[in-house]
């Protein structure tokens, strides 16, 4: 069907809690307030998982036998679920449990392993064990939550952090070592046809993700390979991120959304870990419908308003808060509601478009009159152009991850570096290296610059918009300015990396004038950005600190201000 002629679609609602850390305080967990929305269903997600309400009797009675304490933890995680159930179907909801694939308990490896484990000691879905234990686990969901619409899995990360006793490993991995690429398609079309069986054969729905790092989530042959095992059922459907990748500006939309025979959910992030979290503004819902710019000339479809597959569209699952770790935090979901609330709208009538989304939402269910609306829809078209700009290029590839959550990442030492995973988590060397040898800097640092210029419009513009809440107000304009001067700090210091780049490879400094220039900038440019956490009420900031990924500070040493630092204690003495 094409897209001019789409009927409604769905929408779910998802909070994306953080494993190990505190839960969101958000509206998006009240089941009145999505009804009210509109939202069709709700997804518990706070990484407690549907099978740590699991007793496993079925499989093994002595894993959680009546009076242990292993009873007792799944008697009370089955509370938590069934009063989720019950709220959200007395609003008119469906009610969707996550689970992370492969997770069992600790028990179960203890008693068990040597059966369900592969050489590496990870469980493998090729033993007829593995497959019994996932079968036990169906037949106590529908056993024991005769209210719950349907399961959400995810396979390719399994975070353990709210349960610990609890194991786990992504069912593609368990296997061979050496097996072909295409294996890990096989595996998980293997858990797909037990899910199928064992619960949408009975009465549940099963929502499974592709999400992984490559694989089936965006090669359409191994996607392909994976889905064309399984039969279609009416109750199994697959979940998709929009981006071929995870939900970074600059990757091309998701080539495997639209292809095979079950229908999709695609996924869309509205608190953007990689791009502030909703401190400041930052509009994606006209990129995810019609396509970022940035992606303008890859061939079509661009974005969700022109799929037009194989596959049945059935919906978005939208999430509305969470993501990523640590912070930085709004001190308001404006900007979280605003995106959730334009593709909320877009999904009830498709054919009218983004644009005729947004004033839905701007007049119809807020209340703004003509120039407020006119001043929001410029404001945030300008954020996703300034964001873009600030963050990465137009002119060249930027590793997307030099920066996540509240993280500003610069030049790693060489140690660091060579110790980095493949995405070089917060570091900016090979960029910064190929921008300087290709003779880009000129060209990204007017990026930077222009970025700056645009946030200062967005502060103007601010001042134009009318909101009825007076909290939603004054963080409006707080959080431009907070996007005004976090990109400042930004551009000044890329300014000083970049010179201090070609010092570097030529062996002296060329610009003297415009390093010292630049280091003040930044210097003044952090000192004004630190500031705005004197006004009450404001959003948690972002440290120039590298991001590493081991808790609880989830920080290195080295990372934007190391890197100003020590390039003019080289070049400034």
């Not at 809690?17 to 958000?26: D, K, L, R």
């Not at 040898?437 to 640092?445: A, E, K, P, S």
């Not at 513009?461 to 930004?490: K, M, N, T, Y």
Request: with cysteine; glycine share 8%; proline share 6%.
């Amino acid at each position: 069907m094409s897209a001019a002629h789409r009927p409604p679609l769905a929408a779910l609602n998802l909070v994306h809690q953080t494993p190990g850390e505190p839960p969101i305080e958000t509206r998006f967990s009240d089941p009145a307030h999505l009804a009210e929305l509109g939202f069709a269903g709700d997804v518990l997600n706070d990484f407690g998982f549907l099978q740590t309400a699991l007793t496993f009797e079925g499989f093994d009675p002595a894993l959680a036998p009546p009076g242990s304490a292993a009873r007792a933890r799944a008697d009370a995680r089955a509370e938590v679920i069934r009063a989720f159930i019950d709220t959200r179907r007395a609003q008119g909801l469906k009610a969707y449990v996550w689970a992370d694939m492969i997770v069992l308990p600790r028990t179960v490896l203890e008693r068990h392993g040597e059966a369900m484990t592969d050489a590496r000691g990870r469980f493998d879905l090729s033993r007829p064990a593995t497959q019994a234990v996932h079968r036990a686990m169906a037949d106590e969901i529908v056993a024991r939550f005769p209210g719950l619409s349907g399961v959400v899995i995810r396979t390719g990360e399994t975070y353990l952090h709210n349960t610990p006793d609890f194991v786990g490993n992504n069912p593609a991995d368990g296997g061979a070592a050496d097996a072909a690429p295409w294996a890990a398609a096989d595996r998980h079309a293997l858990l797909l046809n037990l899910l199928r069986e064992g619960l949408c054969e009975r009465g549940l729905e099963v929502i499974y993700r592709t999400w992984a790092f490559g694989g089936v989530h965006t090669d359409p042959d191994l996607f392909l390979r994976m889905s064309d095992q399984v039969a279609p059922h009416p109750r199994l459907s697959l979940a998709i991120k929009h981006t071929a990748g995870d939900f970074h500006r600059g990757f091309r939309f998701n080539p495997t959304l639209g292809l095979g025979r079950h229908p999709h959910w695609v996924e869309v992030q509205c608190q953007r870990e990689y791009e502030g979290k909703g401190v400041f503004p930052n509009y994606i819902a006209q990129g995810v419908i019609d396509g970022f710019e940035e992606r303008a000339g890859d061939p079509a479809p661009r974005g969700l308003g022109a799929l037009d597959g194989t596959a049945p569209l059935a919906g978005l699952v939208i999430w509305s808060r969470g993501g990523g770790w640590a912070g930085p935090r709004p001190a308001r979901e404006f900007w979280c509601a605003l995106n959730a609330a334009v593709l909320l709208a877009w999904s009830k009538a498709p054919e009218a478009g983004e644009a005729a989304a947004f004033d839905r939402v701007c007049r119809d269910q807020w209340g703004l009159d003509d120039r407020s609306t006119t001043a929001l829809r410029r404001l945030c078209l300008l954020s996703a152009s300034a964001v873009l700009r600030g963050r990465s290029s137009l002119l060249t590839a930027v590793n997307p991850w030099w920066t996540r959550d509240e993280f500003l990442g610069g030049v790693a030492p060489a140690d660091v570096w060579a110790a980095l995973n493949e995405e070089k988590w917060c570091a900016l060397n090979a960029d910064l290296d190929r921008i300087d040898r290709q003779d880009l800097t000129d060209g990204v640092l007017a990026e930077k610059d222009l970025a700056v210029d645009q946030w200062r419009e967005i502060v103007a513009l601010a001042d134009q918009v009318a909101l009825p809440d007076p909290a939603d107000q004054g963080f409006l304009r707080d959080s431009c300015e907070h996007g005004l001067r976090l990109h400042q700090a930004i551009a000044a210091g890329w300014r000083v990396m970049l010179i201090g780049q070609r010092a570097g490879r030529i062996g002296r400094l060329d610009d003297k004038i415009g390093l010292t220039a630049a280091v003040a900038a930044y210097e003044t440019a952090w000192r004004d950005y630190e500031a705005l956490a004197e006004r009450p009420g404001a959003s948690s900031f972002y440290q120039p600190r590298a991001f590493d990924f081991t808790p609880p500070d989830f920080a290195r040493a080295d990372g934007l201000e190391a890197t100003v630092r020590d390039i003019a204690k080289r070049w400034l003495p």
